[in-house]
């Protein structure tokens, strides 16, 4: 986590504000979560091709401010890249400035998507779906060439 304040600007700001989605293995109350997420200076990021690089996600995000680091999210199995990653900021208002400017922007051709997240701890890199990826790449019906073709429910058909 990181410590200093916020404006109280940016407190109120829209693209800043929590979103209603909370990580369902987060061991701790809700109002732990959230007081975490409050001044969390770590992102989730979705959305992303398999194809994206770590020097990708670096170049985009450190134009919001300084990267501590990007843990890229991994198949469990393969150890490839399943299309989400970690941004953790050394401060909060570059994390927010994140949230606000890049959020919704375009990359590797996919419109990727940022959340707050309460702080990386070891083994979340890891796609949490049976075969190993993401959960929603499991059931995806159409095909998609950025997140590996069709769905695995698909595939196995």
Known sequence: MCSGGTLSILRSDSYVDLSQYRDQHFRGTRYDQ???LRKSCTLYV???SFYTTEEQIHELFGKSGDIKKII?????VKKTACGFCFVEYYARGDAENAM???NGTRLDDRIIRTDWDAG???GRQ??????GGQVRDEYRQDYDAGRGGYGKTVQCQ
């Open 100 to 102: 606000r400017y890049i």
């Open 72 to 76: 890229m999210g991994l198949d469990k």
């Open 46 to 48: 979705g959305n992303l």
């Open 120 to 122: 990386f701890k070891e």
């Open 126 to 131: 890891y796609g949490r779906g049976r075969s």
């Open 34 to 36: 959230e007081r975490l």
